[in-house]
């Protein structure tokens, strides 16, 4: 299940130059514009940018504003660790039919930009549920185009998402416990 449903999304590749553009852009420029956004919307949504003294108020808003970005990168690095123990190929060196759109090295699961994505849009749901929705958007575009360049199969991709789901909800968790002490 999990190859026909990779050859279903890699079908939509090498079938235009232009689509194979969108693919690439989703996969690999994307995810630098959705940190970019996550990063202008936290500081925006706690008024830095529009204080009589922003950097007062990044001080006092800090910890929410970093903690998204320390869960994305916790949940990234738990990625690094688990992608050396499970040792999974990329489809494109299981696949011999499969020429991907860009290839990447190491291993596939789980997908590395999956996880981290995920960890962002949940640490940002569990703060701002409606923003979050939106976020959790553009991780499922980041990993269903990863999948489309050729360089996950699904459950790496879903693996991904599982973790740093996961990762964000035990900060979110272990972050109200020490809150309410």
């Not at 990329?90 to 991907?100: D, G, H, I, M, T």
Request: hydrophobic share 55%; glycine share 6%; charged share 15%.
């Amino acid at each position: 299940m999990n190859d026909s449903i990779f050859y279903f999304f890699f079908s939509f590749a090498h079938q235009s130059e232009f689509v194979d553009t969108v693919i690439k852009f989703l996969a690999v420029d994307f995810p630098y514009m959705v940190m970019i956004l996550a990063g202008i919307f936290l500081l925006f949504h706690h008024d830095v940018f529009r204080a009589e003294s922003p950097f007062q108020v990044f001080l006092k808003k800090k910890k929410e504003i970093l903690s998204v970005f320390a869960t994305s990168a916790l949940a990234w690095f738990l990625a690094f660790v688990l992608k050396s123990l499970f040792a999974t190929e990329r489809p494109f060196v299981l696949l011999s039919q499969v020429e991907p759109l860009l290839r990447e090295s190491g291993y596939a699961f789980p997908s590395g930009h999956a996880t981290f994505f995920s960890a962002l849009a949940f640490s940002i749901f569990f703060l701002h549920k409606n923003i979050g929705y939106c976020f959790m958007l553009f991780a499922l575009v980041i990993g269903v185009a990863r999948i489309m360049l050729g360089v996950h199969f699904p459950g790496d991709s879903l693996g991904g998402f599982i973790l740093g789901a996961l990762v964000a909800y035990v900060v979110a968790y272990f972050g109200k416990m020490y809150k309410m002490r």
